[in-house]
Nanobody, 124 residues
Framework: QVQLVESGGGLVQAGGSLRLSCAAPGRSFSSYVMGWFRQVPGKEREFVAA????????SYADSVKGRFTISRDNAKNTVYLQMNSLEPEDTAVYYCAATGSGTLWSGPRNYNYWGQGTQITVSS
């Protein structure tokens, strides 16, 4: 079982930046693909970004390409999402997820473990 804990959410003005962190206390997740998803009320959970085991491969949703960067530090059991040039449309609850599969899945059903989510609100 992998427990994931997100942090770094909050309120920011449009054009600002935030960095989310996702930690797996007491557990190494260096063999897992890690992903970030987001969800707004009434909509399906949406893929944001994913990163492979050793950080060499990444995948992004078109809506965040060039603005968001996913990275990981396996020694710290932590994955990050650096979010720049934030827009009001980025407002959502952001979730960290992990899968034992080696594929950078964009579908949330392919991820086995989830964090509790952290709210990001971008004001205009």
């Amino acid at each position: 079982q992998v427990q994931l804990v997100e942090s770094g959410g909050g309120l920011v003005q449009a054009g600002g930046s935030l960095r989310l962190s996702c930690a797996a206390p007491g557990r190494s997740f260096s063999s897992y693909v890690m992903g970030w998803f987001r969800q707004v009320p009434g909509k399906e959970r949406e893929f944001v970004a994913a990163i492979s085991w050793i950080g060499g491969r990444t995948s992004y949703a078109d809506s965040v390409k060039g603005r968001f960067t996913i990275s990981r530090d396996n020694a710290k059991n932590t994955v990050y999402l650096q979010m720049n040039s934030l827009e009001p449309e980025d407002t959502a609850v952001y979730y960290c997820a992990a899968t034992g599969s080696g594929t950078l899945w964009s579908g949330p059903r392919n991820y086995n473990y989830w964090g509790q989510g952290t709210q990001i609100t971008v004001s205009s």
